[in-house]
């Protein structure tokens, strides 16, 4: 704890094992193997913490650097300085061994899944790197679907994270800083990026950010992504995540930098733009032409989703001049009988289907799947024939619902989800007017976020037309020679010399 004394690692080794003892609260997890040599009267111990370790890894670590008992009629070691001198030098043969002189530094490195070596007599430790243990393996993305591409993803290793990037960017200038955060979790925290692309000051000004977090515990990526962000009143995310190796690789060619965290899959990366949201890894896999297409198609969806219910709610309850006639007499003769205003029945319709698609993530997968469809359709079908909604209303919160899930980042679809409601209440207020002030309020907000310095709506506002190749629409390759520009260094903004 900040402001107290850490005491001195003793001499004695049962006063050293009673101190490890005791801090970890006499835990069942601690375990102490004792040894006495053969060789000279002097007790070893070896300490590490069960389940985070790999057990043939401490055993190998354990026997090898005691080898020295096997030769001790060619080598009599009778005192602890020849003893521990000979253990180093056996340890450093594994390129892992580390000289342990305080309690601090010794709990931090039992608690990262190394072993302690005490010798009776001696007032240091000596450390072996045998972290393991169980970890989930890597498997395919379960948030990110990959239609073409690699089938990897992350997991809650962050070593085996920085190794799939490593795999796929096979460069010294591919840098590394590591740092621990959190007073009580003391979790690692690892910033990726490519040296001479990411812009120096963008990687300072990162670093500053990660140093300022104060707070006991970090348990995911999220919490560092709302305690770096620089506008934490906005709606609209401004890091984004991703459990891809891919994605995170050409996100760094392009000069961001990556934050892992250990205990997670999800890696975020910065500094972002508000079209990174709608760009998925694929769009690269692919034609230019399909993937421009396709783009296309997730910015309509995109307003389908945000203005959908909130224009028909406007134009329905103030202008209905708007409507063709046909149409207008059609809608007018579903809505005979229905109970409430037009505001009522699309809030009561969107409350419905957001209950039912968190109803579906929480539960187990076979049963949520069933839930979502079986759920939809009885519901929707019973409110109709009940005379409580109209089956147009049915067919447009419908609509809006799938639109909203071809946004490839999920929490960029979140924060549509919550502009929509907002949206609606407008509309059944102040009608198509209230819309369009609320739309270039909404604008001149994006406008005005950053990210690490970034402008949001960047290359858009401000426009750099150089980066237009990359943002709504997507050119062949041989057009995209250069990387973003407020993002890459100048002097190695070329993508393609």
Same mark, same amino acid.
């Given at each position: 704890?900040?402001? @107290?004394?850490?005491?001195?690692?003793?001499?004695?080794?049962?006063?050293?094992?009673?101190?490890?003892?005791?801090?970890?609260?006499?835990?069942?997890?601690?375990?102490?193997?004792?040894?006495?040599?053969?060789?000279?009267?002097?007790?070893?111990?070896?300490?590490?913490?069960?389940?985070?370790?790999?057990?043939?890894?401490?055993?190998?670590?354990?026997?090898?650097?005691?080898?020295?008992?096997?030769?001790?009629?060619?080598?009599?070691?009778?005192? !602890?300085?020849?003893?521990?001198?000979?253990?180093?030098?056996?340890?450093?043969?594994?390129?892992?061994?580390?000289?342990?002189?305080?309690?601090?530094?010794?709990?931090?490195?039992?608690?990262?899944?190394?072993?302690?070596?005490?010798?009776?007599?001696?007032?240091?430790?000596?450390? =072996?790197?045998?972290?393991?243990?169980?970890?989930?393996?890597?498997?395919?993305?379960?948030?990110? !679907?990959?239609?073409?591409?690699?089938?990897?993803?992350? *997991?809650?290793?962050?070593?085996?994270?920085?190794?799939?990037?490593?795999?796929?960017?096979? /460069?010294?200038?591919?840098?590394?800083?590591?740092?621990?955060?959190?007073?009580? /979790?003391?979790?690692?925290?690892?910033?990726?990026?490519?040296?001479? @692309?990411?812009?120096?000051?963008?990687?300072?000004?990162?670093?500053?950010?990660?140093?300022?977090?104060?707070?006991?515990?970090?348990?995911?990526?999220? %919490?560092?992504?709302?305690?770096?962000?620089?506008?934490?009143?906005?709606?609209?995310?401004?890091?984004?995540?991703?459990?891809?190796?891919?994605?995170?690789?050409?996100?760094?060619?392009?000069?961001?930098?990556?934050?892992?965290?250990?205990?997670?899959?999800?890696?975020?990366?910065?500094?972002?733009?508000?079209?990174?949201?709608?760009?998925?890894?694929?769009? %690269?896999?692919?034609?230019?032409?399909?993937?421009?297409?396709?783009?296309?198609?997730?910015?309509?969806?995109?307003?389908?989703?945000?203005?959908?219910?909130?224009?028909?709610?406007?134009?329905?309850?103030?202008?209905?001049?708007?409507?063709?006639?046909?149409?207008?007499?059609?809608?007018?003769?579903?809505?005979?009988?229905?109970?409430?205003?037009?505001?009522?029945?699309?809030?009561?319709?969107?409350?419905?289907?957001?209950?039912?698609?968190?109803?579906?993530?929480?539960?187990?997968?076979?049963?949520?799947? *069933?839930?979502?469809?079986? =759920?939809?359709?009885?519901?929707?079908?019973?409110?109709?024939?009940? =005379?409580?909604?109209?089956?147009?209303?049915?067919?447009?919160?419908?609509?809006?619902?799938?639109?909203?899930?071809?946004?490839?980042?999920?929490?960029?679809?979140?924060?549509?989800?919550?502009?929509?409601?907002?949206?609606?209440?407008?509309?059944?207020?102040?009608?198509?007017?209230?819309?369009?002030?609320?739309?270039?309020?909404?604008?001149?907000?994006?406008?005005?976020?950053?990210?690490? =310095?970034?402008?949001?709506?960047?290359?858009?506002?401000?426009?750099?037309?150089?980066?237009?190749?990359?943002?709504?629409?997507?050119?062949?390759?041989?057009?995209?020679?250069?990387?973003?520009?407020?993002?890459?260094?100048?002097?190695?903004?070329?993508?393609?010399?």
């Amino acid at each position: 704890m900040p402001g @107290i004394q850490e005491p001195s690692i003793s001499t004695k080794l049962a006063d050293n094992l009673h101190e490890i003892t005791i801090r970890f609260g006499n835990s069942p997890d601690i375990i102490i193997r004792k040894f006495s040599l053969l060789t000279a009267s002097i007790e070893i111990a070896a300490i590490y913490i069960n389940g985070l370790n790999d057990k043939e890894s401490v055993d190998e670590f354990i026997t090898h650097i005691m080898a020295f008992d096997m030769i001790g009629g060619e080598r009599q070691m009778n005192s !602890v300085e020849e003893i521990y001198q000979f253990m180093k030098s056996k340890a450093l043969s594994t390129g892992e061994e580390k000289i342990i002189k305080d309690w601090k530094q010794l709990f931090e490195t039992l608690l990262a899944g190394n072993t302690i070596i005490l010798l009776d007599g001696l007032a240091e430790a000596l450390s =072996g790197n045998t972290s393991g243990g169980e970890i989930r393996a890597v498997t395919e993305a379960s948030t990110q !679907v990959a239609i073409r591409g690699s089938k990897e993803s992350f *997991t809650e290793s962050i070593g085996t994270n920085l190794s799939l990037v490593r795999r796929r960017i096979k /460069t010294p200038n591919l840098w590394i800083e590591t740092m621990k955060i959190g007073t009580v /979790t003391q979790t690692d925290v690892s910033i990726m990026y490519i040296h001479g @692309i990411a812009k120096d000051e963008t990687i300072q000004k990162l670093k500053q950010k990660l140093k300022d977090i104060e707070i006991d515990g970090i348990l995911e990526s999220g %919490y560092i992504e709302q305690l770096i962000e620089e506008n934490k009143y906005s709606p609209f995310p401004t890091l984004y995540n991703t459990e891809r190796p891919d994605s995170v690789a050409g996100n760094l060619l392009e000069g961001r930098i990556a934050i892992f965290v250990d205990g997670t899959p999800f890696v975020l990366i910065a500094p972002t733009t508000f079209f990174m949201f709608f760009h998925a890894v694929e769009d %690269y896999y692919q034609r230019y032409d399909i993937s421009s297409l396709i783009r296309v198609l997730r910015f309509i969806c995109l307003i389908i989703s945000l203005f959908g219910p909130g224009l028909f709610v406007a134009a329905l309850n103030f202008h209905q001049e708007m409507i063709p006639t046909p149409l207008l007499i059609n809608l007018a003769s579903q809505r005979e009988g229905v109970p409430f205003p037009t505001f009522i029945e699309a809030l009561l319709l969107e409350v419905t289907f957001e209950i039912i698609r968190e109803a579906g993530i929480r539960m187990p997968s076979p049963i949520g799947q *069933t839930v979502s469809i079986i =759920g939809g359709l009885v519901l929707g079908q019973a409110a109709v024939q009940a =005379g409580i909604v109209s089956p147009a209303m049915v067919i447009l919160v419908s609509l809006t619902g799938i639109s909203s899930f071809a946004t490839p980042a999920f929490n960029m679809a979140l924060s549509v989800r919550i502009l929509r409601f907002v949206i609606m209440f407008i509309a059944a207020f102040i009608g198509l007017y209230g819309m369009c002030v609320f739309s270039f309020i909404l604008i001149a907000h994006m406008c005005s976020l950053t990210s690490l =310095g970034v402008p949001y709506m960047s290359p858009i506002a401000p426009f750099i037309i150089e980066n237009q190749k990359d943002s709504l629409f997507r050119l062949p390759f041989q057009f995209m020679k250069r990387r973003p520009r407020l993002i890459s260094q100048k002097k190695n903004n070329k993508r393609i010399k």
